[in-house]
């Protein structure tokens, strides 16, 4: 539901549910760095099982030394990401014909922006670390004539990102929908067909909202490599 | 015609995803029957490109769900 205020227009389903995801993050993230021990037991366990993840991810793409100040920026984009994506999967709530409760990744303008901010992220770490006449040059850098290439290569990466998240959470919740709404209101059969075929697309919505959100970040860091790293 | 439009956007999607897939997997399944210590490498690649190709054909299918609603 979009609302106006101060001129500025706000998608109030948006805000409530980034505020949710941003919160159930930060409670994790609390929740696990409690008591810090060094043999870590329970919820620290899982925190340090993510870090070492992200962290495998970033050594694939670029060596450390470049790719170690993009350590957390990957941890947040994953649980982030994961967080989303899942917590349009137990329920959704509509009131008065507007959603109030889904995944807010499933929403094309939540995904453009985390695409776009990650993006242009790389740009400018491209002209902080390698300086601005190496990052001019790096357009031209295989071949010159490649670079209406290059440029339509940025934008192709910024639509992609955001899209394909968009795409994949935002069909899964609709055909959700379209299943629980639709197929277990025409009669006993529909009804108790329902609850399989729910059951496993459910299943296959969390396998493809962890490997969205692992994607997400993987490509993150190889967009980020390509432009910090010197080894090209 | 919406829904013949829909219908088009969606099957094609279908064969888009399924080729492509196809392609991927086949190649990892080949890959880890030469090697099969190289299985974990593999199969991490294998979901990262199964999750590039169906970025487009689930684009398509979000196009299918558009047109459906007008």
């Excluded at chain 1, 934008?155 to 968009?166: H, K």
Aim: proline share 3%; net charge positive.
């Amino acid at each position: 539901m979009v609302v106006k205020f101060i001129g500025l227009y706000f998608n109030l389903t948006n805000v409530v549910m980034i505020t949710v995801a941003s919160l159930i993050v930060f409670i994790i993230a609390v929740i696990a760095t409690r008591q810090l021990a060094m043999k870590p037991k329970g919820m620290q366990n899982f925190l340090e099982w993510i870090m070492d993840f992200v962290k495998s991810i970033i050594n694939s793409t670029m060596d450390w030394k470049d790719g170690g100040r993009f350590h957390i920026l990957g941890i947040t984009l994953i649980m982030y990401i994961f967080v989303s994506n899942m917590l349009g999967l137990p329920f959704l709530i509509e009131f008065n014909g507007h959603e109030w409760w889904r995944s807010p990744t499933a929403d094309p303008m939540v995904t453009m922006t985390l695409a776009t901010t990650v993006i242009v992220l790389s740009h400018f770490y491209g002209v902080k670390l390698k300086g601005a006449k190496e990052y001019g040059k790096g357009f031209f850098t295989p071949l010159p004539f490649l670079f209406p290439l290059k440029i339509i290569e940025e934008f192709a990466n910024n639509l992609t990102l955001g899209l394909r998240l968009y795409g994949n959470i935002y069909a899964g919740e609709l055909l959700l929908s379209l299943l629980v709404g639709g197929l277990a209101h025409t009669g006993v059969i529909g009804a108790i067909a329902a609850v399989p075929v729910t059951m496993a697309w459910q299943a296959f919505s969390i396998f493809v909202g962890s490997i969205q959100a692992y994607l997400f970040t993987m490509l993150t860091m190889v967009y980020m490599s390509h432009k910090v790293s010197h080894d090209h | 015609m919406n829904l013949i439009a829909a219908a088009i956007a969606a099957g094609l999607a279908a064969v888009g995803a399924g080729i492509g897939n196809g392609l991927v997997v086949g190649r990892t399944v080949e890959g880890i029957g030469r090697q099969p210590e190289a299985r974990g490498m593999l199969q991490t690649y294998m979901f990262i490109g199964i999750g590039l190709v169906e970025a487009l054909p689930i684009i398509g299918v979000v196009v299918a769900f558009m047109v459906l609603g007008r």
